[in-house]
């Protein structure tokens, strides 16, 4: 009997779990943590309780660069900046008291975010989740087949969990803080995932996406930076039948376009 897909994510992703804890467990026993941020139901009502006219206020100081809904009318891509429009608030959350802890370090943006209080941090994050993801900003067709696998499949051999099984299925992100990456420009992209991948970027707990980055090669970065800048709002992706029996999303032999504007 085939399994579905989603059990296989679930059971590749299970075991890097357990990998990803053992490697940290060796590698790091004394380590700091990389990130102070805990899901405790306090950090949680900040959230639920946000006041989402204030977050509006403070965002406009963030307008100059994110642009006025995050997503900007002009390009922001020369300069490395994420979006923040439609980002999960829980995953903003997490990045910017990351910033004011100095966990994930970036001299500018500490600056910017650290009189913020935390009831502010979660009021911007939470009126930047109520936008629209950005739309696609690379063509489809430039999508390849082995980035479609390594978001849908992953790669076992080297012990990589599909992107899909924690971002989503369309890179709209998920809980808790796992950010959307629909959307996301590619020169941040490939800026942050090199991060990661040289230890620059380490507030990702438990090393799992500096885990993921070390093993992927500069092409993949690449191609999988292209996948999800062809996704956001006004696409439809390739895995939205996923649940169904014997999907199968990667045909080797005959590569499919993986999303279509549906205008
Ligand atoms: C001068 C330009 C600039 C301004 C103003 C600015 N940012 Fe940023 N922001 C950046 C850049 C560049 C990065 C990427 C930095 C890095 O690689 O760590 C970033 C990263 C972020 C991230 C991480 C997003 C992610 O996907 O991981 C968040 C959250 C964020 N900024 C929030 C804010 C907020 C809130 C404000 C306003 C209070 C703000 N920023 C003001 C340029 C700016
Ligand atoms: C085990 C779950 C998991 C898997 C699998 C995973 N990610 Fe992540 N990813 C995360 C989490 C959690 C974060 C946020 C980490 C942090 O706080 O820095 C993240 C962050 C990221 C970021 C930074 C987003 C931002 O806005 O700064 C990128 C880019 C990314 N992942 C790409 C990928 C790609 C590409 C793959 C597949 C090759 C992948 N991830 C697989 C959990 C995962």
Not at 188 to 209: G, H, L, Q, V
Request: aromatic share 6%; net charge negative; with cysteine.
């Amino acid at each position: 009997m085939q399994k579905t897909l989603n059990n296989q994510l679930k059971t590749i992703i299970a075991l890097f779990g357990v990998l990803a804890l053992v490697v940290v467990g060796i590698s790091s026993a004394n380590a700091e943590p990389s990130s102070n941020v805990a899901w405790t139901s306090e950090t949680r009502n900040l959230l639920k309780n946000a006041d989402i006219a204030n977050g509006e206020k403070i965002a406009n100081k963030c307008g100059s660069c994110h642009g006025e809904d995050g997503t900007d009318a002009t390009p922001i891509e020369e300069e490395d900046t994420p979006f923040l429009a439609g980002q999960i608030a829980h995953a903003t959350y997490k990045q910017i008291i990351d910033y004011q802890d100095k966990k994930r370090d970036d001299k500018m943006m500490l600056k910017k975010v650290k009189s913020l209080s935390k009831q502010d941090v979660a009021d911007v994050s939470a009126f930047y989740a109520t936008q629209a993801l950005p739309m696609p900003s690379v063509d489809a067709a430039k999508v390849t087949p082995e980035a479609i696998r390594l978001v849908t499949r992953g790669d076992g051999d080297r012990f990589l969990p599909p992107c899909a099984g924690c971002h989503g299925l369309n890179g709209e992100g998920s809980i808790v803080d796992v950010p959307a990456l629909a959307g996301q420009n590619t020169s941040y992209f490939i800026t942050t995932m090199t991060a990661y991948k040289d230890e620059d970027r380490e507030n990702d707990i438990y090393s799992r996406m500096r885990f993921i980055a070390s093993i992927l090669t500069e092409k993949e970065i690449e191609e999988l930076a292209d996948y999800y800048a062809s996704t956001g709002t006004g696409t439809e992706l390739l895995m939205v039948e996923s649940d169904e029996e014997e999907v199968s999303p990667v045909e080797p032999e005959e590569p499919k376009a993986p999303a279509e504007p549906s205008s």
